[in-house]
């Protein structure tokens, strides 16, 4: 049973800042690719960045410089620490891995961005 479980979400005031947690199961994690998205209302879901396997990271033109990923295999775990968050990055944000040809989803977490 592959598990993902998000957290860290909540309210933080416009250019705060925020880490979430995206804890995985099931999986040898060392060995995959893990990614943030996130879907804000009434927006599509949208790449927040990716992480590969030996820590290279990619990230939407949006986010750079600002937001940083990071996994720690020993504790199955990406993070994605955000920093200056904006009022229209309000959404939620979700975590996935790609194993094999299966993709994996958490259930997501919100983060609301407002004075």
């Known amino acids: 049973q592959v598990q993902l479980v998000e957290s860290g979400g909540g309210l933080v005031q416009p250019g705060g800042s925020l880490r979430l947690s995206c804890t995985t199961s099931g999986i040898i994690f060392r060995f995959n690719v893990a990614a943030w998205y996130r879907q804000a209302p009434g927006k599509e879901r949208e790449l927040v960045g990716s992480i590969n396997s030996d820590g290279g990271t990619n990230y939407a033109d949006s986010v750079k410089g600002r937001f940083t990923l990071s996994r720690d295999n020993a504790k199955n775990t990406v993070y994605l620490q955000m920093n200056n968050l904006k009022p229209d990055e309000t959404a939620v944000y979700y975590c996935?891995?790609?194993?094999?040809?299966?993709?994996?989803w958490g259930q997501g977490t919100q983060v609301t961005v407002s004075s």
């Open positions: 996935t891995v790609v194993v094999l040809t299966s993709r994996y």
